[in-house]
């Protein structure tokens, strides 16, 4: 495989250094494309990310070796789809066996973007992406493992933002559901903790993207 031009090697050098998205012309990233050192998504707005290859371009500057051409089928990175936290205001429209199909699109979406985006190619970490939408990630892997989010007049799971970096507040009504939503987040890759709420008096799962 022919090295990168020099175009090339600055664009992938620029990619945002979290979720490896790339910027430039069509041209040029339609040639990262074909050299098998990006990827394009395949839900609106189509952006290009680097492959485990183009990740290798620019941590060691060496030749790319080749990759398989991705094939993710949805992902929570596109912007189309939005996994429910539990703090909706209004009830969702979608509910059924048609949320559960729009919700496993997304999760498997996100699995191959870990795939693609993690250097090592691992789809149990979490990648790039989730650590930059920390809310959205949880929350599409609690969906993803059939916990009920929280809505209006329904109890169920919150997902909340915290002040410590890289970790989301997990809330929900009951033990046992807690406890779920903790196992849920474990197998998805998180690392997580039961905390006592210290004025409150209640409990709530404190949890990070693992990154090793």
Known sequence: MRPPTAVQRR???????????????????????????????PRPPHACFLTPA???VREEGAAPAPS????????AASGAFAARTGRETERPG?????RAREVRSAWEGLVELRR???????????????????????????EAAACRPAAPGTPGYR??????????????PTREGLRACADALSRAGWQTSEHAE???????????PRRA
């Open 11 to 41: 664009i992938i050098e620029a990619a945002d250094p979290e979720t490896g998205r790339l910027s430039g012309t069509e041209t040029q990233l339609a040639g990262l494309v074909r050299a098998r050192l990006a990827f394009r998504h």
């Open 54 to 56: 183009g990740h290798r």
């Open 68 to 75: 398989p051409p991705p094939a993710p089928t949805s992902s």
């Open 94 to 98: 979608i509910e059924g066996a048609a």
């Open 116 to 142: 693609m985006t993690n250097t090592d190619g691992a789809r149990d970490r979490p990648c790039g992406w989730e650590r930059a939408h920390l809310v959205q990630a949880a929350a599409l892997a609690l």
């Open 159 to 172: 997902v909340e933002e915290t002040p410590q970096p890289e970790a989301v507040a997990v809330r929900e």
């Open 198 to 208: 210290r004025r409150a008096g209640g409990r709530y799962v404190l949890a990070s």
